[in-house]
């Protein structure tokens, strides 16, 4: 009978959609707003998301009453994207609402667009005047031959050439744009053609302005028409499917295959010198780690013993990418990795190498850099590359100052070394923690 088998019903194939969607939005931290049954979009951000509702840490008041919808307002892989549920609970700065049922494609662009990487260096000014009025520069995020996201990085009075404050305000929706010029876009020539803001929203501590191009400029703009069309399909008209990710193995505390084994003894060398003190000026970072001994011949860990098949396998499935120069020391530490079990270790001696690969890998360890970019600069763009995702950059470096322990603290690096930094059993714990594994 019923009553003695009650069991939780599966959610929906629809609701499998909406999980997969939401999970992978929090996971990479996309732009996300809630909206109130007055049509208000508030800056979002998701907490949990969970089989039956979501909860949502908001940066502004929500007009609504238990019961009422609340519409989801995100944006992941290039899609604008609604989702409706209802209001279950409102406390200041947090929303729970219904798991959504449906979800549905909320797109206003009407052709289609192509996303630019920053590496890419497209660049725009828009001008509300040729002598006064407000000038915007920035990077372009995305384009169309209708309109282009300008991802604003400077804002002038065009009069007085002064800066001015970066904020919403700072245009509104409606506003002519007497010039745009667009620079550097792939394929195409210096463009300049009129617009009008479509929308203006803030991210971060930055702003995004959408504009709209002038009607009839199809000639001038049919440049970025060819460059579009070569990097995308059709617009969708539905929602794509997404699958849901399968859940992270949890480690257990208890469990010893996944516990270190106390250092293994080092083959007898010559007396290791002392530790260089770091300068006067340097304070003493409690998270840093400064290792330091001789460039001797590169210790080969024996790994035998250090844990069941679990961990080994976990070993073998975390990437790791080196931004070091190529030569001996790349060949020692790659050797080393290699030697104690891992699987997926990368190289890049290139920012071209080294941003094609970030996708494969959970920790870049920068050595040096890559010829182009070099040490706590490198370190910085990897950071805001790597925004929102849970990949550790860690930075070598051969003198250690206040400066760039602030700096790197300040950018988001997990960890600064002092060079030269020993292969040995330290520094495989240190490896180990910042993959998870240990």
Not at 25 to 31: G, K, M
Not at 381 to 407: I, K, N, P, W
């Amino acid at each position: 009978m019923a009553m003695f088998g009650l069991k939780k019903s599966k959610s929906s194939e629809g609701s499998e959609l909406v999980l997969a969607y939401l999970e992978d939005a929090q996971r990479v931290r996309a732009t996300i707003f809630a909206v109130d049954p007055k049509g208000r979009e508030i800056p979002a951000s998701l907490v949990v998301v969970g089989e039956e509702r979501v909860t949502l840490g908001t940066q502004g008041r929500v007009m609504a009453e238990k019961g009422e919808p609340i519409r989801l307002l995100f944006y992941l892989d290039g899609l604008r994207l609604m989702a409706t549920g209802k209001l279950q609970e409102l406390k200041t700065g947090t929303l729970i609402m219904e798991l959504p049922s449906t979800i549905e494609l909320a797109e206003r662009r009407k052709k289609a667009r192509a996303r630019l990487n920053q590496r890419e260096g497209a660049t725009a000014i828009a001008l509300t005047g040729l002598f006064e009025g407000i000038g915007l520069t920035g990077t372009i995020d995305n384009i169309s031959e209708g309109g282009v996201c300008l991802k604003v990085g400077r804002a002038i009075n065009v009069k007085t050439q002064g800066p001015m404050h970066m904020g919403p305000n700072l245009l509104s929706v409606g506003e002519v744009f007497m010039v745009i010029k667009l620079n550097k876009l792939p394929k195409c020539p210096l463009i300049e053609v009129g617009g009008i803001a479509a929308h203006v929203a803030s991210e971060g501590n930055g702003l995004s302005i959408g504009i709209t191009f002038d009607s009839g400029k199809e000639s001038i703009l049919s440049p970025v028409k060819a460059m579009v069309t070569s990097r995308t399909g059709s617009l969708p008209t539905s929602v794509p499917p997404k699958v849901r990710r399968p859940p992270q193995p949890k480690a257990e505390p208890a469990e010893p295959s996944i516990e270190l084994a106390p250092p293994r003894p080092v083959p007898k060398k010559e007396p290791e010198p002392a530790p260089a003190p770091p300068p006067a000026t340097a304070p003493e970072p409690t998270a840093m780690v400064a290792a330091a001994i001789p460039e001797t011949t590169t210790p080969q860990p024996d790994f035998a013993n250090r844990g069941s098949a679990l961990y080994r396998m976990k070993k073998r499935t975390r990437g790791v990418l080196l931004a070091m120069p190529v030569g001996p020391d790349q060949e020692a530490l790659v050797g080393f990795l290699s030697a104690d079990g891992y699987g997926k270790i990368r190289v890049a001696a290139t920012l071209t190498e080294l941003l094609d690969q970030l996708d494969e890998v959970q920790l870049v360890f920068v050595d040096g850099g890559v010829a182009e970019l070099q040490g706590l600069a490198l370190a910085s763009l990897l950071r805001q590359r790597l925004d929102g995702e849970a990949t550790r950059v860690v930075l070598a470096a051969t003198s250690v100052d206040a400066e760039l322990v602030l700096g790197a603290q300040e950018m988001g690096v997990a960890q600064v070394l002092v060079k030269p930094y020993g292969l040995d059993a330290e520094f495989l714990q240190m490896i180990e923690g910042h993959l998870g594994i240990g």
